[in-house]
Structure formats: C-alpha cells, structure tokens
C-alpha cells in the first residue's frame, strides 16, 4: 500500500511561512483528490486542504486565506503552502487521499511559537 513522505515542516514564529510538500509514488495518484490534515497534541485529525483532479480546492474555516493546496502529477506530489501561521497551526501534518485510500505517513511537524 502507498505511504507517503511529508517534508517541509519546522519552527517558524508566528506570521511566517512554511511550504510542506507530500509524495505519494503509486498507480493512480493522478486520479485520487488529494488532502491534508493535521493532528494537534491531545486532539482529533482534522482535514485542513483538499484538491479534486479537477482542480477544485476546499478549506477549513481555520486556514481559509492562509493556506493554499497544490499537485505536480508527474512528480505524485502534493503540496501545502501556509502562510501567516499562528500558534494554533502547531500539529504535524499528513497527506493521504480525500477518501483515505493511503495508509498514513510519518507526517511533518509544524510549530509556529517565538
């Protein structure tokens, strides 16, 4: 089963930017919608992001105007660009499908702190 690799996590200080990126390499990466999601210490997972092969992309109230989620087919990559990142984005992020066909990644962490 595919697992993916998310890179692209750190320390930022508030209002800054991070850019995590997610590979996926399996058969039909092209034809999934892809999401992002983040755990938070002590809470549930939550989807934040998520892109239809058509390109339609959906956001969490939370990071609505912050976040914007993006796909390269050819290299089975997702990415999340995040910007003014507040406190509350700490968590470690994960990719996967919109459906969960993948298993789950290690993930990346993010921490947005002074």
């Known amino acids: 089963q595919v697992q993916p690799v998310e890179s692209g996590g750190g320390l930022v200080q508030p209002g800054g930017s991070l850019r995590l990126s997610c590979v996926a390499s399996?058969?039909?990466?092209?034809?999934?919608?892809m999401a992002w999601y983040r755990q938070a210490p002590g809470k549930q997972r939550e989807r934040v992001a998520a892109?239809?092969?058509?390109?339609?992309?959906g956001y969490a109230d939370s990071v609505k105007g912050r976040f914007t989620i993006s796909r390269d087919n050819a290299k089975m990559t997702v990415y999340l660009q995040m910007s003014s990142l507040k406190p509350e984005d700490t968590a470690v992020y994960y990719c996967?499908?919109?459906?969960?066909?993948?298993?789950w990644g290690q993930g990346t962490q993010v921490t947005v702190s002074s």
């Open positions: 892109l239809t092969r058509g390109g339609t992309t």
């Open positions: 399996g058969s039909f990466f092209g034809s999934y919608a």
């Open positions: 996967n499908t919109l459906n969960i066909n993948y298993s």
